[in-house]
């Protein structure tokens, strides 16, 4: 029997409690748990850009000033233009207007800054958090400093939310909604492309992820999250000023999220109790301790976060977990989900790949000089040649990272210049790494999964509903398909950070295979490999061979190139000096006196 | 506008813009060589002003505790391994710098009239208990974080600034201070006044950036940091300590920092938690630098400063807002100058 606990029971229970809380607690403690509620929306967007999306933004309390102010502007002024008055009317309409300001303001910093190293989100974010300060404090119409009052209650199926214990439900049920969609939103498609932003954006976008549209995805997110905040925040206390809106508290959110957990959703409650609580406390004892006022809790905050971040990187939730033992349960692939479709397989024989005289010149350095090769369907071509010979400056004008000084690269008739690894991903073309590159906390099912990105469409929203379960399945069993293909099954559902590295570069060649390609680029696949997995992996290239599949393969491994590959492709100094069959290569003086030397 | 309040903006535009353009210099030194983010340079601009004020008040700052009180903590994180190592020799010399160091400054402060010193004397008091905080902060905050990603370094700096912002209020309460000026002489230039303070500020930016280019150009530690600078493990490989390098960009850092803080001391009242807006458009001119470039830097200061002292006139109340959105066609230029989404490191 298994003594761990059920999610869904832990979850019931805490459900449970929470409705009950209003009923046993006194009005103040209900405050305060109002009070976390609104911070851990806040909190949780952050979770998400930082702890999972490796982004971060300071400007987080400014979004909650934005919804707050939107509404609270909207609601309360009398003088309003008539085509705006209509929206104050209610404030759910004023909520749409607030998340729609939020959304475009997210956007003009997110596409100013996304594109940029990551740092410079964050320093957009606080400039932008300092200038809304000020702004709210210094315009006249938004009641500058003392700010607006008189900002109604909502209300929801005629009953007014006028009381803390009455909100109290409301602000919960907008905190819980958006915890779920959140793990809904990980737990998907587009959640594997978030997950790869920290440490995967190269193998991604050769995945056809584009990181930079998963950034700003996060991002807006995470502002409308705020808004969402700012606005239940606004009809709480039916008053607004900027003081809760300042860049201290933009830093307090993020505190939130650190010391709970930054890569966990429940990470962002747990860190908006403990703030709030010990702020609590805080504000009540230092100054007594220090015999003067002001705000030094911050001091504590300040040396708890270095504190967490030089210790406990994982924040609060990780160890708090280990307290309560709830099951993890292993992803659930289903063997009656419908084949994703495939793309129609070239002919054998038919020309794939072909480079025409690419030359590639590093300033004086001429890395490949005037390299032609071709690969046809169902065939099985070696590029070999010593160290430093331009092996790998030609894979990357083959697979397009790189582009040729002169000559051109043709995949399927279309040429690779000028073209991003998505679209080329798109045509067809699925790669390895020399240097693995795999997301070590992610099980092999879901660094599998994400090779399929492009066979799946379903965007944000119908994963955060769970719109999208029957095209997950398929995802997941086409996944599922390719991990038994390459014999890695019963690593299934381990992380692939545990597996030895000949099995991570296994997991690469099932990741390119779950793309459903026509060409396969594998960059030295059997380095590192035992041999019985060497001749699996030949096997298994062969099986594909046989199904058509055009293979390149870059590779030091004398034994296993001869015995499998077709043809052989030979450089030495950044020119072809060989090529033919694996028999007639090994017996070309050419290709001796590059690997032996000369004889003397 | 009349030609004379033109020309008095544009004087204090560069009188603010002087000392931008060090804090920017100071920032971008700092993010090469360690890739922190320093948001905590402006308390030291702070911590550096009011020190001077507390010491031309006649007390001894409260900012030499402080000073006590990380030399404790380093002693303590440095000397236990030390000492473990069977290494007596090194632990003297941790101590001797983070232990003996701060109890005789705080011994000679007790024993010189300190309102009564000159202004020199007071200045050089004031930098010798502020400055040492930098490598200390350094050696307890970042060293032992050194190799994590950027952002967990910029998260870590946020919450040093806070922590700063915070003692800060604690050791010198919420009351502005403002120092007497270093000079009251006044040269005269036709429609122009120039107060002899904005010389001064002028003249020592000018003197502390040829010296900083000098100290990079010349010696061996300038050298060094400019190699780990562009390559740090190649420095590393070379002998150049990470910590040490580290340790040194800390100390020009506060330097700058404090420095900045003694000379606007007398311009504008610096209170707590001053340091931070000052310290962050010295940020907004590196940005324009794209953290990388020092002349970049210096130029956007000048502009930066400008911009504030033209927007001070026309919009006071949105002099912040203006200065602070000024980051935003700042980094569209950047935006579309830069090429691919690049991998963290």
Not at chain 1, 170 to 177: D, E, T, V
Not at chain 1, 241 to 269: C, D, K, Q, R, S
Not at chain 2, 64 to 83: E, R
């Amino acid at each position: 029997m298994n003594a761990k606990l059920s999610p869904r029971l832990v979850l019931g229970a805490f459900l449970a409690l929470l409705a009950a809380a209003p009923l046993f607690l006194s009005p103040f403690s209900v405050t305060l748990l109002n009070y976390i509620g609104l911070y851990a929306m806040v909190s949780l967007g952050l979770v998400l850009l930082t702890g999972v999306g490796g982004l971060t933004s300071f400007g987080q309390a400014a979004f909650v000033g934005l919804g707050a102010y939107t509404t609270a502007a909207l609601t309360t002024m009398t003088s309003l233009p008539g085509w705006l008055a209509w929206i104050g009317a209610s404030p759910w309409l004023t909520l749409l207007a607030g998340l729609l300001l939020t959304a475009a303001v997210a956007l003009l910093l997110g596409s100013l800054t996304l594109r940029l190293s990551g740092h410079f989100l964050p320093l957009g974010t606080m400039a932008w958090g300092i200038s809304l300060y000020f702004l709210f404090g210094t315009s006249e119409s938004l009641g500058g400093h003392s700010g607006l009052t008189g900002i109604p209650p909502i209300s929801l199926f005629g009953i007014v939310l006028d009381t803390g214990e009455k909100i109290f439900y409301l602000i919960w049920a907008f905190l819980l909604a958006a915890v779920l969609t959140t793990q809904n939103l990980l737990d998907s498609r587009e959640g594997r492309a978030i997950r790869a932003l920290k440490g995967g954006i190269v193998m991604a976008e050769a995945m056809g992820v584009n990181t930079s549209r998963s950034r700003m995805v996060i991002f807006l997110i995470a502002a409308l999250h705020a808004c969402a905040s700012g606005w239940l925040y606004a009809h709480m206390q039916r008053f607004v000023n900027p003081t809760p809106f300042g860049l201290n508290i933009g830093i307090e959110y993020l505190f939130m999220a650190v010391i709970g957990g930054a890569g966990h959703v429940w990470g962002a409650l747990v860190g908006a109790g403990v703030i709030t609580l010990l702020k609590q406390w805080l504000q009540d004892i230092l100054p007594k301790l220090l015999g003067q006022a002001g705000n030094f809790e911050v001091i504590v905050f300040g040396l708890m976060m270095i504190l967490v971040l030089q210790r406990a990187r994982g924040g609060l939730w990780p160890l708090l977990r280990r307290l309560v033992p709830v099951r993890v349960d292993n992803k659930h692939i289903d063997e009656s989900a419908e084949a994703l479709p495939r793309r129609t397989p070239p002919k054998a024989g038919e020309l794939i790949l072909e480079a025409r005289k690419v030359t590639r010149k590093f300033g004086g350095l001429v890395a490949n000089n005037n390299m032609s090769l071709e690969v046809k369907a169902g065939e099985i071509l070696a590029l070999i040649g010593p160290n430093g010979a331009g092996k790998s400056t030609m894979f990357n004008q083959l697979s397009g990272v790189d582009t040729p000084t002169s000559g051109e690269v043709l995949f399927m008739g279309q040429p690779v210049a000028g073209k991003d690894s998505r679209d080329i991903a798109r045509m067809g073309m699925s790669r390895t790494f020399q240097h693995v590159k795999l997301l070590p906390t992610m099980s092999v099912l879901e660094n599998v999964a994400i090779g399929a990105h492009l066979r799946g469409d379903k965007g944000v929203l119908s994963s955060a509903w769970r719109l999208d379960r029957a095209e997950e399945a398929r995802l997941l069993k086409e996944a599922a398909r390719q991990i038994e293909r390459v014999g890695l099954g019963e690593f299934m559902h381990a992380e692939a950070g545990s597996l030895a590295l000949g099995q991570q570069r296994i997991l690469e060649i099932a990741r390119a295979l779950c793309a459903d390609p026509c060409l396969l680029l594998l960059d030295e696949p059997a380095a590192g490999l035992r041999h019985k997995e060497k001749q699996a992996l030949g096997d298994l290239l062969r099986k594909l061979r046989g199904e058509g599949l055009a293979t390149l393969i870059v590779e030091h491994d004398m034994d296993f190139v001869m015995n499998l590959v077709d043809r052989v492709v030979v450089m030495e100094f950044g020119q072809k000096i060989a090529e033919g069959l694996p028999d007639e290569i090994q017996k070309d003086p050419a290709v001796l006196e590059a690997y032996l030397g000369g004889v003397e | 506008m009349e030609f004379p309040i033109a020309l008095m903006l544009v004087q204090d535009g560069i009188t603010n813009g002087a000392i931008y353009a060090l804090l920017a210099l100071a920032l971008v030194l700092v993010f090469a060589v360690t890739r922190v983010i320093f948001i905590p340079q402006g308390e030291f601009v702070a911590y550096g002003a009011l020190t001077l004020a507390m010491l031309q008040a006649g007390t001894v700052p409260t900012t030499l505790w402080l000073l006590v009180g990380l030399g404790v903590a380093v002693t303590a994180v440095d000397g236990v391994p030390a000492l473990r190592a069977g290494r007596p020799g090194r632990l003297l010399g941790v101590a001797g710098w983070n232990l003996a160091y701060p109890l005789g400054l705080a011994a000679l402060l007790s024993i010189l009239p300190l309102q009564s010193l000159p202004q020199l004397a007071q200045v050089a008091l004031a930098l010798a208990i502020v400055v040492p905080m930098g490598p200390q902060m350094y050696r307890l905050v970042y060293q032992p974080i050194a190799s994590a990603p950027i952002l967990i370094l910029l998260i870590v700096s946020v919450a040093a600034h806070l922590t700063m912002v915070g003692m800060g209020l604690l050791f010198f309460g919420a009351e502005g201070q403002r120092t007497p000026a270093f000079s009251d002489a006044v040269l005269d230039l036709g429609p122009l006044m120039v107060p002899g303070q904005t010389l001064v500020i002028v003249a020592v930016s000018l003197t502390l950036i040829v010296a900083l280019f000098q100290f990079f150009e010349r010696t061996l530690y300038g050298k060094a940091l400019r190699a780990t600078a562009m390559n740090r493990v190649g420095a590393r490989l070379m002998g150049i300590s990470p910590s040490l390098a580290g340790k040194l960009t800390f100390f020009l850092a506060a330097f700058i920092g404090a420095l900045s803080g003694v000379l606007i001391a007398p311009i504008t009242t610096v209170y707590y938690d001053t340091g931070f807006l000052i310290a962050l458009k010295g940020f907004v001119a590196a940005i324009i630098g794209g953290l990388g470039s020092y002349p970049l830097a210096a130029l956007g200061a000048l502009l930066v400063g400008q911009l504030e002292s033209f927007s001070s006139f026309w919009a006071s109340a949105y002099k912040e807002v203006i200065v602070f959105t000024l980051i935003i066609p700042v980094l569209l230029w950047r935006s579309l100058n830069s090429r691919h989404v690049e991998e963290e490191e």
